[in-house]
């Protein structure tokens, strides 16, 4: 870090999602600089940098990992390319932040993970639901009932995740070159599928991998599939610990609204979390607890005041703390991994793949 304890970033990829869901949230967090950005996109790479003030820009990032002396790197690219770049990126030795899913196959993220075991560097893949403020505080809560058992057991965990407008406006401030996007080759395709069950398996993993990855994250324990709806709607999980789950696939669409959900239920009461669309500005998630003591004692609903901070900006600052060694709620590799696992039997089931 430089000598004032600000942390030295690296950016690989400014495109849409690089530039509208992370770079403008670390310009402005004051402990942390941006001082490289590595595009393919000349033209689009020399606009963003000069709009957020980034001092040096790189073709590839390879250039910028031999000229950069890096505290940290965020690598927003597409996950079907990972398996390729990320385990170039841990030669660095920094913690390295990437968008979901880990990859594109299984085989994929076993290679990033092996990477990973030898290089020193550490891999915090970007589900930012898991950084929304509303999220951190249910999940807070939901480990303190489990702790002290004023609930009594959890029950239950129902998601719901209805399809509806998950860009909330966030892409007006884009900046486009005029250079066309790269043409880049990805990794190889599941080997143990054929084409429509690959292009089924990257549809799933691209949208749904959210909810696998937050099912698991409010169980606080691992799960399993238990039932895949024939409809392709509801998945059914049972954790661990023997609590079962369901996550409900757009039931229904709405075209402006966004309606995420997750209810965490236990005999007394129970954890509700409603989360905004994922790219919402300044808006955290809702949380509503409900304590039902029995025995002719009032029930009671508190509703936290959260601050005004929406998962992306969270996302970053969080991610500035792992660099700096301390806990966060990021996702590490591994248990991403496990997400496509999980995805690889829910497809098995619900379309009768090959085991």
Known sequence: MAGNGTIRLGFVGVGSMGQCAHLKHYAVLPDCEVVAVAELREDTARRVAARYRVPSVYRDHR???????LDGIVAVQQFR?????????????????????LAGSIEAGEKILQALKTSGARHLVGYNKRSDPGTMRAVEEIARLKKSGELGAMTYVRIL????????????????????????ESDPEPSDMDQKSANDYFKFVNYYIHQVNLMRHLL???????????????????????????????????????????????????????????????????VEILR?????????????QLPWRDSMRQQAMNFLQAVRGEPTPLCEADEALEDLRIA????????????
């Open 161 to 184: 995740m209805p399809a509806g407008d998950w860009q909330a406006g966030a892409f007006t401030d884009l900046i486009r070159g005029d250079d066309p996007p790269p043409e880049l």
């Open 63 to 69: 250039e910028m990992l031999e000229k950069e002396d």
């Open 81 to 101: 390319n990972h398996g390729t770049l990320v385990p170039e990126l841990f030669r660095a030795g920094v913690p390295v932040l990437t968008e979901k899913p």
């Open 292 to 304: 039902d003591p029995g025995d002719g004692r009032e029930p009671e609903t508190v509703v936290p």
């Open 344 to 355: 690889r039997e829910y497809l098995r089931l619900w379309k009768g793949m090959q085991e």
């Open 220 to 286: 606080g324990e691992p799960y399993r599939v238990s039932y895949a709806d024939p409809s392709g709607i509801v998945m059914s999980v049972l954790g661990d610990g023997g609590v079962p789950g369901t996550i409900e696939m757009s039931p229904y669409r709405t075209t402006i609204a966004w309606q995420e959900s997750a209810l965490v239920a236990f005999e007394n009461g129970y954890v509700r979390l409603e989360l905004p669309a994922p790219m919402a500005s300044n808006r955290p998630g809702r």
